[in-house]
C-alpha cells in the first residue's frame, strides 16, 4: 500500500510548508506505517496510543475549525499512502469528507469514531434530528472511542497485512490512555456536581456541547448560531429568542469557543437584560503544543474549570 519513494517527497514537502506532521525525522518516518488523522483532537489521541511505532499526519493545525478547513491537492495524496484513515464520521470535516471518502474508494482502511459510540442528534436549529458529532464532550464516550481504536491500530498496523508495529507497545499504550480517560471522567463528575444544580445551564456559540450535558446533567438553553456548524449564521428572531431565554434561565456566563470570533457571544450578553459574563473555551480545536489545551486532557480540563467557575459565580 506504501508508496515510500512518493510519501518521503511529500513528507518532506509538507512537514517544510506546514509543519503538521508528529513523530521523528522524515529518514526514520518512511520506515513506519502512516496513520492520517483529520482533525487535531483525534490526532493527540492517536499519537498517545502509537507512540514511536507510527509516523502520524494530522490534517488540522491547532486553531482550525474543522467545519471549515481544507487541505491541498498534495497533502490529500498522502492519504492514499496511509495504512490507516482515522475520521470523526459524523459530518464535522465537512471540507475532508470527499477526500476521505475517495481514498477509502482506494482501499485505504478508514477509522470512523462515530461508528462506535451512542450518537445523539441536535435538538434544535438548522441540523435539528441529524447526528451531533461533538462526542469527545463525554470522555465516557471517548472511551468507546479509544478501546475500538486501539482495536482498529493493531489490526492495521500490526496484522499481516500492516507494516509491523509493536502490537504489545499499542495494547499498553491503550490501556494507559483508558485509564486516563477514566480519571478525567471522575474529575469532571466532581467539578460538575459542585455546581448548583439551577444554574447547570449551557449557551455557547454553536450547539457543541450536547454530549457533555447528556453526561453530566446540563441543560442547553441555546446557541448563538442555532446549528451543529458554525457555518451557519443567526437570524434575528434566533437571537431574540436566545436573550429571552438566558432572561428566563438567569444563566450568569454564556461560553465562546476559541476557534470562533465571539462579538455574536459579546452582543448577546449586552442585550440580556442582566449581567453576564463571556467565557472562552477551547472545544473543536487544540491550542498549539505546550499551550493551555496542547492535548485532549488538557483541553477538557481547561474547560471544565472554566464551566464550573463560570456557572458557579
Excluded at 1 to 24: D, K, Q, S, W, Y
Excluded at 228 to 249: H, K, M, Q
Amino acid at each position: 500500500m506504501r508508496r515510500p519513494a512518493t510519501a518521503f517527497v511529500a513528507l518532506a514537502a509538507v512537514a517544510a510548508t506546514a509543519g503538521l506532521l508528529t513523530g521523528c525525522a522524515p529518514s526514520a518516518a518512511a520506515d513506519r506505517p502512516l496513520v492520517v488523522v483529520t482533525t487535531n483532537i483525534l490526532g493527540d489521541v492517536v499519537g498517545e496510543l502509537v507512540g514511536d511505532e507510527a509516523e502520524v499526519l494530522v490534517l488540522m493545525p491547532p486553531g482550525a475549525d474543522p467545519h471549515s478547513f481544507e487541505i491541498s491537492a498534495q497533502t490529500a495524496a498522502r492519504l492514499r499512502d496511509a495504512e490507516l484513515i482515522v475520521a470523526n464520521g459524523l459530518g464535522l470535516e465537512e471540507g475532508l469528507a470527499d477526500h476521505v471518502e475517495s481514498a477509502e474508494a482506494d482501499g485505504v482502511p478508514v477509522f470512523l469514531a462515530g461508528d462506535h459510540l451512542e450518537v445523539l442528534a441536535y435538538a434544535e436549529g438548522d441540523a435539528a434530528g441529524t447526528p451531533d458529532s461533538h462526542f469527545w464532550t463525554d470522555p465516557a464516550r471517548m472511551v468507546d472511542v479509544v478501546t475500538a481504536l486501539g482495536d482498529e491500530l493493531e489490526a492495521e498496523l500490526t496484522g499481516s497485512a500492516g507494516a509491523g508495529a509493536d502490537v504489545d507497545r499499542i495494547t499498553a499504550n491503550t490501556e494507559a490512555y483508558l485509564r486516563e480517560l477514566d480519571e478525567l471522567d471522575r474529575e469532571m463528575s466532581t467539578r460538575f456536581a459542585a455546581i448548583p444544580e439551577a444554574r447547570r445551564a449551557l449557551v455557547t456559540n454553536h450547539h457543541v456541547f450536547g454530549y457533555l450535558a447528556d453526561r453530566f446533567g446540563f441543560r442547553v438553553i441555546g446557541a448563538v448560531i442555532p446549528s451543529g456548524t458554525t457555518l451557519a449564521a443567526p437570524s434575528a428572531s434566533d437571537l431574540r429568542e436566545l436573550v429571552a431565554a438566558i432572561d428566563e434561565a438567569g444563566v450568569p456566563a454564556i461560553f465562546a469557543e476559541s476557534s470562533q470570533p465571539d462579538r455574536l457571544v459579546q452582543v448577546l450578553a449586552e442585550e440580556a437584560d442582566r449581567d453576564v459574563d463571556v467565557v472562552e473555551l477551547v472545544t473543536e480545536s487544540l491550542t498549539p503544543p505546550g499551550g493551555e489545551a496542547g492535548t485532549y486532557l488538557d483541553m477538557m480540563r481547561v474547560n471544565t474549570a472554566r464551566i464550573a467557575t463560570g456557572l458557579s459565580t
